[in-house]
C-alpha cells in the first residue's frame, strides 16, 4: 500500500471504524536511519490503534527503527515480509526474506529485544513456485521460537520472477486453507489472514477458521464498507476512542464523514501548508456505487480548483453531484 495509507487516508479510515487496526505503508529502515524521521512517522492521534510497518532486513537497524516507532507511539511494529516489488527485492527485504527465515528470526529478536510493543510479521504462503505446506509452516515456526506472536498471511505465493506486484495480488491462486492449518498447528499464535476479500460475508467465514482478517485495496477503493465494521465485528462504538467526533459512528452518513474531512483539510492547511487535494485523493472512493458519483470524484480530483478552500470544492462537488442525480 505504498503512496496510499498515508497519515491522511488513516485519518479517513478512522473516522469510518473506531477500532479496526490501522497500518501505516511500508517505511524502509533506510529512510528512517538516513532520512526526515517526523515525515515518515508523524500521524494523528485519532489514528491510535496504529501500526508501523517496516522495511528491512539488517537487525541492528530494524531494532533502532523499532524503537524510533515505540518512541513516536505507535502500537505495534511490523516487519514486512511480503512485498515482491522488483525494488523491494533489490533492497534484500520483503518477501525474498522468505528464503532465510533464521535472518528474519534475528530481525525480529533484536525488534523484540528493542521495544515493548508487539513485534508482528506479515508475509505470504510461499514464494515462486514452492507450494509445499512445510514452506510456509517452518517459517512460523523459527519465527515465532524468538517472540512473534502475530502473523498476518497473505494466502498467495509471491512470485520474485516473471510477475509484476499487480499480478501478485491476482496470478498466484489464493489458498487459505494454509493460513487455516497455520493456526491448527500453532494455536497460540494469532493468525490473520489476508488477499482477496471484498465483502463482510467472507470476513465471518474467515473468522470461523482465523484470528483476525487484513483487508487492503478493497478498504481503499469501497471505504464505505468500513463503516459496518464496529457494529459487525466489535460489538458497536468505545466512548473513549481517539476519534475525533464518536458520534458519527452511530448513525454516520457519508455527507457527515465528507464535512469532517473538509474540517481536517482545513486544519492540515493552517498547520501544515498541507493542499487539499493531497488528502482528497483518499476519498474518492466515499461514494461509490451511488448515483453521481463519478461527477463528485471529478470535482474533488481537480487540480484546477486547487486554489480555492476545501469547503467551497465541497459544495461544488455538491452542486455538481445533484445536478447528475
Known sequence: MLDWTDRHCRYFHRLLSQHALLYTEMVTTGALLHGDVA???????????????????????????????????????????????????????????????????????????????????????????????????DFVGTVSAVGCRTFIVHARNAWLQGLSPKENREVPPLRYELAYRLKQDFPALTIVVNGGITATAQVRDQLQHVDGVMVGREAYHNPWWLSEWDATFYGGANPESHVARPELVEGLTREQVEDQMVAYMEREAAEH???????????????????????????????????????????????????AV
Open 39 to 137: 515525515r515518515h512517522l508523524r500521524y494523528n492521534v485519532e489514528e491510535h490503534p496504529l501500526a508501523l510497518q517496516l522495511g528491512g532486513s539488517e537487525p541492528a537497524e530494524l531494532a533502532r527503527c523499532a524503537a524510533l516507532g515505540e518512541q513516536w507511539g505507535y502500537d505495534e511494529i511490523n516487519l514486512n515480509c511480503g512485498c515482491p516489488s522488483e525494488r523491494v527485492r533489490r533492497g534484500a527485504f520483503g518477501a525474498c526474506l522468505m528464503a532465510e527465515p533464521q535472518l528474519v528470526a534475528d530481525c525480529i529478536k533484536a525488534m523484540v529485544d528493542a521495544v515493548q510493543v508487539p513485534v508482528t510479521v506479515k508475509h505470504r504462503i510461499g514464494i515462486d513456485r514452492v507450494e509445499r505446506y512445510d514452506f510456509v509452516r
Open 273 to 323: 501548508g498541507t493542499l487539499w487535494y493531497a488528502i482528497a485523493r483518499h476519498m474518492l472512493g466515499l461514494r461509490h456505487g451511488l448515483p453521481g458519483a463519478r461527477r463528485w470524484r471529478q470535482v474533488w480530483s481537480d487540480h484546477k480548483l486547487k486554489g480555492l478552500p476545501a469547503r467551497e470544492v465541497m459544495a461544488l462537488a455538491h452542486g455538481v453531484q445533484h445536478a
